[in-house]
């Protein structure tokens, strides 16, 4: 469907739980058509091709005490479907209770049109055949790093192409396209006996802009080889540095700390901390949904409100909580337009392009200034805690003796309190790295427990 | 109630997608020859029609209220070790046809099959999971009052508690899997679950903890209204919470470790149960690749997956490509004997299908997975094996785990745990990780006990992007020499 369509739907969709009864509406329409595509050494894999509609529908009912509300979601677009669900939606509204927080905002919509550079026709001509080309070259590249690569998890092509219209009964009615690319390259590097796996990956809104077939494969088959008779660490307190592949995680912990649902629920060990310094000042966190050509930029978030530029943390000091409007009214603030939506579930609080501002020096220069310590190449298991900010979590790579790499480690485990890490952040790099919504350059944490044998 | 034999609950299904869309044999044939125009091995259909709904309280208010519809169809077709995938959210004859010319590009060679034989419906072997009436039928106000009564119970179990969330998630889906070979197999899956969350702070309000539980299954949505059930899973969460209150820091390096029986069972699932699944072992990217036979486990130690146990989260009465699930023994006294396979990767290794071939939804396609994981029971009394550790961590429940199916490396995260000093329980411990090594850990089991729980029902494996609901159990174990990820020395 193009946007004309796809808004009269949200029309349809719009005045049928009005003619319900519903005081208070929006829709969320989402259509992608996607491709990928796997091969193993020379071999296609699979390949899969979709096509996805989804209508999300949330009803408000109430009066003066507040409002209680309900979404329905379906992938049928017919009128038939489309009314049968709008007035099953306030059905649902009704039998929920009333919550004097609820609403959906009423003004302060996005009005302009930015280009945020998200879509790029031209790619829609570029054949299946020729993007599993360049997956049999990653492959292909992969090996051809050493002979230890023989085998593979394989390397994967995937496109997407998606459109986003959103309405509500305020008036607010919009709509966008945008594309995405990603080329994926995982092999296997064995050696007495044992195996290592690792990847590389390339992401980007323009076919062009993803890093070349060959410099993925061979990314990835470095990454694998530099695994090989890797050892574990006896257990000892020592710097651990992130690289930008594992760096992200650690925003994606702050992020999860510093949403206004975390917030107004107290379950987040930086709730209340607003204006303090929670960081060292070697930190400081943006979020921003306009960078263009972003993997996280959108012109409006999933209320309609414009995206913006939000300084998370500046230079170690919590300087914003990122909200939507429900969390925004829990806690007396405004909206920082980051309501992230899917068409089945209400508006959370979500990141766009959400980053660490680089530092000075090189990952080079980093590990010859540490002398002894963990450079993290890789994270396992679901270790953080968001309420008490207890981190612990399983890692991999390479230890680092005398400012240089000595050799791989594994099974060990990295744990510390996370307010005291990103206190004791004590080095950022200059190599941010975009691959995502979250990019970090290396950083160091100046101690924390390693966990050997 | 009528209690459905397994042959009718095959027929509904089939009989849903007949008078729901208006698929009758002849266009399911034709849609299957349109797949068998080019040279395909094998080429099925996967029909899916789910309804879902949820009700969520936080702040003692049920805020939200929602019910979703997902319909589709998937067309797959096979050659060699090649898969074509394509699907639809349209479920009309024309799009099953488009999607079929879609997947059959996959192979370049002319077909020559003539038309598929598609029987009126092959009889399903089992019945694990008959409901009298659907979940997503369960009025929304008696899930809505359920919540309810769960926030009032919380809190008057312990004034600490601070916040309340719960949430009743219901479904249903009518799967139907039309394949080349003539098969027509329809399953219909009840799945319910009940989640409770609660915050806790002390006194001074500067400690907080958090505590979870869940509990769901493939059964009435009934049974969870039942205060009976739902009482001790809001106890259960409360407790865990105000016990960590005072829970000191975990010790950090390689000592012995005692499991609790249930959910730990997890570590089954990551430590051996991906590595033993077909697909990897195939394509020889697993540690446990080509080591059938071969010892990976102490001697008394029995691994099973069982997709068979009646009203279990993680069992089916068919698996995502129509065979019926069965109890395989993956580990027997210590030995490697078998591994968990789809329909492709059977084939490929000249074995038979164990109905492990699931999928998330129609947007997926199959690979092998878990059902039910767990060991089975041994001999010694839990409280034993717990007074024979000199020095170690007693670990009761985990949040989550990973595994690095190639260096067989997996972790799991405890979220209750204890000290172990000269076999006594000691201080509860704040949230250590385990890290292992999956083809050696089960080698360290050292004592087995008599005491296998299977978990409440809460688990959901991720593998490619696709979540499906899984089950694990464990008795009491003692696993000598696992590395505890905590922070003190």
């Not at chain 1, 939507?324 to 899917?342: E, F, H, V």
């Not at chain 2, 709904?53 to 997902?70: A, Q, T, W």
């Not at chain 2, 077709?77 to 959210?89: C, F, M, N, P």
Request: charged share 25%.
């Amino acid at each position: 469907m193009n946007a004309p369509d796809l808004l009269a739907v949200i029309d349809l969709a719009l005045e049928s739980v009005a003619r319900a009864g519903a005081d208070a509406a929006d829709c969320v329409l989402v259509e992608s058509d996607s491709v990928e595509a796997r091969v193993r050494d020379a071999e296609i894999d699979f390949v899969k091709q979709a096509r996805e509609r989804t209508l999300g529908i949330r009803a408000l009912v109430g009066g003066d005490r507040g409002k209680s509300s309900a979404i329905t979601s379906t992938s049928d677009l017919s009128e038939a479907a489309v009314t049968r669900m709008a007035s099953e939606t306030v059905a649902l509204a009704r039998a929920t209770a009333v919550d004097p927080s609820a609403g959906i905002p009423e003004d302060g919509f996005a009005t302009d049109d930015p280009d945020l550079a998200l879509y790029h026709e031209a790619d829609r001509d570029v054949s299946v055949e020729a993007r599993i080309e360049d997956a049999r070259r990653a492959e292909a590249a992969a090996r051809a790093v050493d002979p230890r690569i023989a085998n593979s998890e394989g390397s994967a092509v995937g496109s997407d192409y998606s459109t986003i219209a959103i309405g509500n009964h305020a008036g607010f009615r919009g709509s966008y396209r945008s594309s995405s690319h990603s080329l994926f390259s995982e092999p296997l590097a064995h050696q007495n006996g044992s195996m290592q796996r690792d990847y590389w990956y390339t992401t980007a809104r323009k076919l062009s802009d993803l890093e070349s077939p060959d410099a993925v494969g061979r990314r990835a088959g470095e990454r694998a080889i530099r695994r090989l008779g890797a050892s574990r660490l006896s257990t000892c307190e020592a710097p651990v540095i992130f690289d930008p592949v594992t760096a992200p995680s650690l925003l994606g912990h702050i992020a999860s700390c510093i949403t206004g649902y975390a917030i107004y629920r107290e379950s987040s060990f930086l709730a209340g901390r607003l204006g303090e310094q929670v960081a060292s000042d070697l930190v400081t966190l943006i979020d921003d949904g306009r960078l263009p050509g972003g993997l996280g930029s959108k012109p409006f978030d999933g209320e309609g409100q414009p995206t913006r530029r939000t300084v998370a943390i500046d230079r170690g000091k919590l300087a914003s909580y990122l909200l939507d409007s429900y969390s925004a009214r829990k806690l007396g603030m405004q909206t920082t337009g980051s309501a992230a939506r899917s068409a089945g579930s209400p508006p959370s609080v979500g990141t766009t392009n959400f980053w660490l501002e680089p530092g000075d020096a090189s990952l080079e220069e980093i590990i010859a200034d540490t002398g002894r310590g963990l450079l993290v190449t890789e994270l396992i298991g679901m270790g953080f805690n968001p309420v008490t900010g207890d981190y612990s979590r399983g890692a991999a790579g390479l230890w680092i003796e005398n400012g240089a790499i000595s050799h791989p480690v594994e099974e060990i485990t990295i744990a510390g309190s996370f307010g005291d890490m990103l206190t004791n952040i004590d080095a950022v790099g200059s190599d941010l790295l975009w691959r995502g919504r979250t990019a970090a350059p290396s950083v160091r944490i100046s101690n924390m427990t390693i966990a050997g044998e | 109630m009528k209690e459905p034999t397994p042959r009718e609950t095959g027929d509904e299904a089939l009989g849903f997608f007949r008078d729901h869309f208006g698929l009758d044999d002849r266009s399911l044939v034709s849609a299957l020859d349109t797949a068998l125009e080019r040279q395909i091995d094998f080429a099925d259909l996967f029909f899916e029609y789910s309804t879902q709904d949820s009700v969520s309280l936080e702040e003692s208010i049920v805020k939200n209220g929602d019910r979703h519809i997902e319909q589709g169809v998937g067309v797959r077709a096979q050659i060699g070790e090649r898969q074509g995938y394509a699907h639809s959210d349209d479920v009309t004859v024309e799009s099953v046809k488009l999607a079929a010319t879609t997947a059959r590009a996959i192979s370049a060679g002319a077909g020559g099959v003539s038309s598929v034989p598609v029987g009126s419906g092959t009889p399903t072997v089992h019945d694990l999971y008959p409901v009298a009436t659907a979940p997503t039928d369960v009025p929304i106000e008696r899930k809505v009052s359920l919540l309810s009564e769960i926030d009032i119970y919380a809190r008057g179990l312990d004034p600490r508690v601070k916040q309340v969330m719960a949430s009743a998630v219901s479904q249903h889906r009518n799967v139907l899997v039309v394949g080349s070979d003539g098969s027509l197999v329809g399953d219909v899956r009840p799945l319910v679950r009940l989640n409770v969350q609660v915050i806790v702070a002390d006194a001074s309000g500067q400690r907080r903890e958090v505590g979870y539980q869940g509990m769901g299954g493939r059964f009435e949505f009934e049974k969870l209204l039942d205060p009976e059930a739902w009482k001790p899973l809001v106890a259960e969460s409360v407790r865990v919470a105000t016990l960590n209150l005072d829970a000191e820091a975990c010790p950090a390096g390689a000592m012995d470790v005692v499991l609790g029986p249930g959910w730990p069972g997890i570590l089954l699932h990551e430590a051996i149960g991906h590595g033993l699944e077909g697909d990897f072992n195939r394509k020889k990217t697993s540690a446990f690749s080509d080591r059938l036979g071969e010892r990976v486990a102490s001697k008394g130690v029995t691994v099973v997956d069982d997709g068979t146990i009646p009203g279990r989260r993680g069992s089916l009465n068919v698996d995502d490509e129509g065979t019926p699930t069965q109890r395989t023994v993956l580990i027997e006294d210590g030995i490697l004997r078998g591994y968990l396979q789809d329909r492709l990767n059977a084939r490929l290794m000249g074995v038979e299908s164990t109905g492990n071939g699931r999928r998330e939804s129609y947007a997926h396609l199959p690979m092998p997975r878990m059902t039910n994981t767990f060991m089975l029971a041994g001999e010694e009394d839990p409280d034993d094996v717990i007074r024979s550790v000199k020095r170690g961590i007693y670990a009761v429940s985990f949040g989550g785990g990973q595994v690095d199916i190639t260096s067989g490396k997996f972790v799991f995260s405890a979220n209750e745990a204890y000290k172990i000093e000269d076999g006594q329980l000691g201080a509860p411990l704040k949230g250590a990780t385990l890290i292992g090594n999956g083809p050696d850990v089960l080698t360290r089991v050292s004592m087995i006990g008599n005491d296998l729980e299977l978990d409440w029902g809460i688990g959901t494996c991720g593998k490619d992007g696709q979540g499906v609901p899984v089950g694990v159990g464990l008795p009491t174990l003692r696993v000598e020499e696992l590395t505890v990820g905590g922070t003190e020395g």
